[in-house]
């Protein structure tokens, strides 16, 4: 990676300097499009480049991922999902308990006109995502690092696929094409798939990152290169002056800044409060299981529904990652769900090596009606957030980087955007 600058003077005096806290997707994107405008940038992050969320997603870039984890129904499937040795879903109920608000309203968002409005919201990110990274990354350092394929859904039987008619429908209204696939057509695309999933869908128009971490820290790289700067300290307190929010406090001091993006994730509800804003951010926790060394080929990004799982080819090996579990964000990993996301993999590639293996946990910053926010902060018109984009947050930063951009720079924006105020709530 590019040497880091630590941004104690300006190199350019008549340009606007903005101030980006959060070095993952959705700050690198809007680093470079702000870089791109004429800007002078500061990434300011505790953590080195794609080392948060950004590291350890599954590394999909969706276009069909538009339907939210709360759908109908989902309230009967909770006892089976908590009990299932295999289930995606784990949660600490005092945790629980504490956050009742936060989860009645979550579940509130589930009635069937919440989830057609919000995949509405959501495909303005989604639509075109493969298109998105592809314009971001060309001519950086994150180029070699996404690629345009085809994404599987994969079933165990064909009425597996019809229990979802309701997620599917939603998908084919916004225009999402697939096509089915046989068991002998899905076992020719992945021949290494064990025998007992026998119906798939093939869509088209999308892609994934090969390292996601390396490609958040190829566009930063470039960034770099071309000027900007990288201040590797945690951001602890935004000064506000009679004039707004001037300049914010970090582990290495004061940093003016005449644009604020707050794009922290998980983590940006604390700077955000202090704007006089509460904005109700919820780490859901997420845990991927990397296999290096398999023995098998693996073609495409699938989405195992099975399991609620999406298992990727990586660079460095096979990718499994998912999992939704609802604990405190200081609460250590634990090894039970590595451990499932495991014995699926041996479900799914049963003739796999899966012994060389790594584990990880991750938060994804969700909000209680599966939306993020994007916008500015009411009474401070030169802070802008870009945070909350819990599944899909790989899938979204480019198009929010570039969103977020045309808003710091007064561009006119074709999108309503209305659906991702921060005083919603």
């Known amino acids: 990676m590019a040497k880091a600058t630590i941004a104690r ?4 005096d008549r340009a606007l300097h903005a101030v980006v806290v959060g070095a993952g997707i959705v700050g690198a994107a809007t680093a470079l499009n702000l870089q791109r405008r004429g800007f002078e940038v500061t990434i300011v992050d505790a953590q080195p480049p794609g080392e948060g969320a950004s590291f350890g997603n599954a590394g999909i870039t969706a276009r069909c991922a538009i ?15 908590l009990t299932d040795p295999m289930g995606p879903l784990s949660m600490d109920f005092l945790h629980v308990a504490r956050n009742a608000k936060w989860f009645i309203d979550y579940l509130r968002h589930g009635r069937a006109s919440e989830v057609e409005r919000i995949a509405s919201e959501l495909f303005k990110l989604t639509n075109g995502s493969i298109d998105d990274h592809l314009a971001l990354s060309r001519d950086t350092g994150g180029e070699s690092w996404v690629t345009e394929r085809d994404y599987l859904y994969i079933y165990p039987k064909r009425s597996d696929f019809e229990a979802e008619k309701f997620a599917w429908d939603i998908r084919r209204n916004h225009g999402i094409e697939w096509t089915e696939l046989t068991k002998a057509e899905l076992h020719q695309m992945e021949p290494d798939l064990a025998p007992g999933f026998n119906f798939g869908i093939r869509l088209p128009r999308h892609g994934f990152a090969l390292d996601p971490a390396k490609l958040v ?16 300290a945690k951001a602890h307190e935004i000064e506000i002056g009679e004039e707004g929010a001037r300049a ?13 993006v707050i794009a922290a994730g998980a983590w940006s509800a604390t700077l955000v409060a202090q704007l006089g804003l509460k904005v109700p951010l919820m780490s859901e926790r997420g845990y991927h299981v990397q296999f290096h060394n398999t023995g098998i080929h693996h073609n495409h990004p699938m989405m195992v529904t099975s399991g609620k799982y999406v298992a990727t080819p990586m660079a460095d090996g096979l990718r499994l990652a998912g999992m939704v579990e609802f604990k405190p ?15 699926h993999g041996r479900l799914l590639f049963p003739n796999a090596n899966l012994e060389d293996a790594e584990t990880w946990l991750g938060h994804r910053p969700s909000l209680p ?19 909350g984009h819990q599944h899909i947050g790989l899938s979204t930063g480019p198009r929010t980087g570039r969103l977020i951009a045309q808003l710091v720079a007064g561009e006119r924006v074709n999108e309503d955007l209305s659906a991702f105020r921060a ?3």
Request: hydrophobic letters at 40%; aromatic letters at 8%; glycine letters at 8%.
């Open 9 to 12: 003077s300006r190199t350019n």
């Open 423 to 425: 005083d919603r709530f």
């Open 369 to 387: 009606d599966s939306l993020p926010v994007i916008g500015t902060v009411p009474g401070h018109p030169n802070v802008f957030l870009a945070f």
């Open 248 to 260: 914010i406090q970090t582990d290495s001091g004061r940093l003016a800044f005449d644009k604020l």
């Open 217 to 232: 820290k190829g566009l930063v790289d470039t960034f770099l290169i071309r000027g900007g700067h990288l201040l590797l």
């Open 67 to 81: 339907v939210p984890v709360p759908v109908p129904g989902i309230l009967k499937k909770f006892p089976s999902m």
């Open 329 to 343: 964000m200081s609460a250590p990993p634990d090894p039970k769900l590595t451990d499932r996301l495991k014995r």
